[in-house]
T-cell receptor, first 115, second 115 residues
């Protein structure tokens, strides 16, 4: 059983298009994240939601809009895609048992290529 | 500001050799958490270990061991008797109490184990 699942795994699209990546976790966690891994494999947080409430919003272009319909889902919508958006996007989740330092579990990643 | 440095970009060893992956961190927080993740060629991020700043005991899990030394701000990872399946990118990460469960990752170390 996949704990954190995201779809699609691979996505190739043209510049200017709008696309979404969906994420679901079945771990019963209350916090979900989106991380971006660039071509040099550097990982950086984009967003974090706790119980459907946005709690972390890094300096990300407003073309990126996360949406959390419930605490088990966190989708990422990207408008007007640019070449620089090509990356691997990881969804993740954690259970906030303590205020900090909780273990974060990642999905398998979504490879986005903008051409 | 928090920072994680993995100075070894790539390491190549022959099967059965022991290998140590270095991780040095910077933080002003007295409460923080350290993590290691593995990213195999298939691309997913696999959680390996979590350590809090108050627990300097070394940990061993099978062929994996971790050495946490606050005096040198290091959290090194050793694989004993390496195997080809250990080939992956390994990431060290830090989470400060002040920033919730947000992870700051190092640049990663590409480990290649040759038969």
């Amino acid at each position: 059983d996949t704990a954190v699942s995201q779809t699609p795994k691979y996505l190739v699209t043209q510049m200017g298009n709008d696309k979404s990546i969906k994420c679901e976790q079945n771990l019963g966690h209350d916090t979900m994240y989106w991380y971006k891994q660039d071509s040099k494999k550097f990982l950086k947080i984009m967003f974090s939601y706790n119980n459907k409430e946005l709690i972390i919003n890094e300096t990300v272009p407003n073309r990126f809009s996360p949406k959390s319909p419930d605490k088990a889902h966190l989708n990422l919508h990207i408008n007007s895609l640019e070449l620089g958006d090509s990356a691997v996007y990881f969804c993740a989740s954690s259970q906030e048992r303590t205020r900090t330092g909780n273990t974060i579990y990642f999905g398998e990643g979504s490879w986005l290529t903008v051409v | 500001a928090q920072k994680v440095t993995q100075a070894q970009t790539e390491i190549s060893v022959v099967e059965k050799e022991d290998v140590t992956l270095d991780c040095v961190y910077e933080t002003r927080d007295t409460t923080y958490y350290l993590f290691w993740y593995k990213q195999p060629p298939s691309g997913e991020l696999v959680f390996l270990i979590r350590r809090n700043s108050f627990d300097e005991q070394n940990e061993i899990s099978g062929r994996y061991s971790w050495n946490f030394q606050k005096s040198t701000s290091s959290f090194n990872f050793t694989i004993t008797a390496s195997q080809v399946v250990d080939s992956a990118v390994y990431f060290c990460a830090l989470s400060e109490a002040a920033s919730g469960s947000r992870l700051t990752f190092g640049e990663g170390t590409q480990l290649t184990v040759n038969p």
